[in-house]
């Protein structure tokens, strides 16, 4: 076994876990009706692929063979608690039919909905919405707790606790692996909503590694909101989560050069973003503002990137009324994000020394936060403040865990001379 093989079948591990675990998770939790469980099961068969790959090659099936794997290994957990119950003895009855196919017949295409049920069932009443969220980030978007930490701006120790205790409540609690009865729709929709939304930022602006975006989770997200939006055709802010994400992923194509480096949004060439995906999400805005509720958060940001996306130019981009988007945003869900994005549309708007006044109000409460010297220093750059400007770059190069969104700081250093 050469050092190519070995390193070829571990990038292959480490890919369709990447992109697969979720599917894989919610199949083995369907499968053993314990969340729990199938978490371990899927780690198990994890190691196993990482031990076997190498020297018996990739399967045809990747992620057919893991939930194949995941599956025997829970019949061995069984096994050794002398579970012999129905359930045992009909997942053994399985396994003897598929058993040396790896479960060739195995389509992920059409275990989708048991995402959508995954991330219901993490975001069940018995939990805080603080630990259904960090639960179903690290399950369904594949974050690490140092990732989902930086999204929070909490301790990583915070949400490794979070976490454990969740899954010891639902555990506890007995919670099945279903969809909720109608009228448990509304105690749950706003966590799933969270959910998706931030499973979506992630890959829009990856926290941290190399990548400066992660489209596989992306789509992800908007597929899984599309479904929910079927689902639930009278909720508006889940027609307004499916109109945010299309109308930001229509910038995807644009994003990056040949080379994989960022292209900011003001440098970015219009013409290549995706018409249908901004039809699509336009289309969405205006079913949920056809229910006659009002705008919600996700609404409310979908519509400044429809502003975005229906604008020739930079400079041709209505900011007055994105300011008053976020100024409404900023009361039905404050927040110093928000806060911090509005001051870069108000130093389009009305100038960058506006802006900088309210960026300067927000030190404290974003402490840490990479983009906040970031935007302070492109405001100093325009005010002709070199020198501030300089050390403000400097010093979100050095907060920033993403390695493109420090080259993107660095870049504009070595501009400055």
């Not at 049920?117 to 974050?143: D, K, N, Q, W």
């Not at 070199?386 to 907060?399: D, G, I, S």
Request: net charge negative; aromatic share 6%; proline share 5%.
């Amino acid at each position: 076994m050469s050092d190519g093989a070995t390193a070829s079948a571990i990038r292959a591990v480490e890919a369709v876990w990447r992109i697969e675990s979720a599917r894989i998770v919610a199949t083995l939790t369907r499968v053993t009706g314990d969340f729990s469980l199938a978490e371990d099961v899927a780690q198990e068969a994890l190691a196993e692929a990482l031990a076997s790959w190498p020297a018996s090659g990739v399967p045809a099936n990747p992620g057919a063979w893991l939930v194949a794997v995941g599956r025997r290994r829970a019949v061995d957990h069984w096994r050794r608690e002398a579970r012999r119950d129905a359930r045992y003895a009909e997942l053994a009855r399985e396994l003897d039919e598929t058993e040396g196919s790896a479960g060739a017949g195995w389509d992920p295409d059409a275990i989708e909905d048991d995402v959508l049920r995954l991330i219901f069932m993490a975001c069940h009443p018995v939990l805080s919405r603080e630990a259904s969220v960090a639960l179903t980030l690290r399950v369904v978007g594949g974050l690490t707790s140092d990732q989902i930490a930086r999204a929070f701006l909490v301790p990583v120790a915070t949400v490794q606790q979070r976490i454990v205790r969740a899954k010891k409540t639902l555990a506890a609690a007995s919670v099945p692996f279903e969809p909720p009865p109608s009228d448990e729709y509304p105690a749950r929709l706003s966590a799933v909503l969270s959910v998706l939304y931030l499973v979506f930022n992630e890959g829009y602006a990856t926290s941290a590694g190399p990548g400066w975006m992660r489209v596989d989770l992306t789509r992800e997200a908007l597929r899984l909101a599309r479904v929910l939006a079927g689902l639930l055709p009278r909720e508006p802010e889940v027609h307004g989560l499916v109109a945010l994400m299309a109308l930001t992923a229509a910038r995807f194509p644009a994003r990056l050069d040949d080379d994989g480096e960022p292209i900011l949004l003001a440098d970015q060439d219009r013409s290549r973003w995706d018409r249908e995906l901004i039809a699509l999400g336009r289309d969405a805005l205006a079913r949920g503002d056809a229910r006659g509720r009002g705008r919600g958060p996700y609404a409310l940001q979908a519509a400044i990137a429809e502003c975005h996306d229906v604008a020739a130019s930079v400079d041709q981009t209505d900011w007055d009324r994105i300011v008053v988007l976020y100024e409404a945003l900023g009361r039905i869900a404050p927040s110093p994000v928000v806060e911090l994005n509005r001051a870069v549309a108000v130093s389009m708007a009305e100038g960058p020394a506006t802006a900088l006044r309210i960026v300067d109000g927000l030190a404290e409460s974003l402490a840490g936060y990479a983009q906040l010297p970031g935007v302070r220093g492109e405001l100093l750059i325009r005010l002709g403040r070199l020198e501030e400007a300089r050390a403000a770059l400097a010093e979100a190069a050095r907060l920033t865990a993403s390695d493109a969104e420090r080259a993107v700081f660095e870049r504009k250093l070595r501009a400055l001379g």
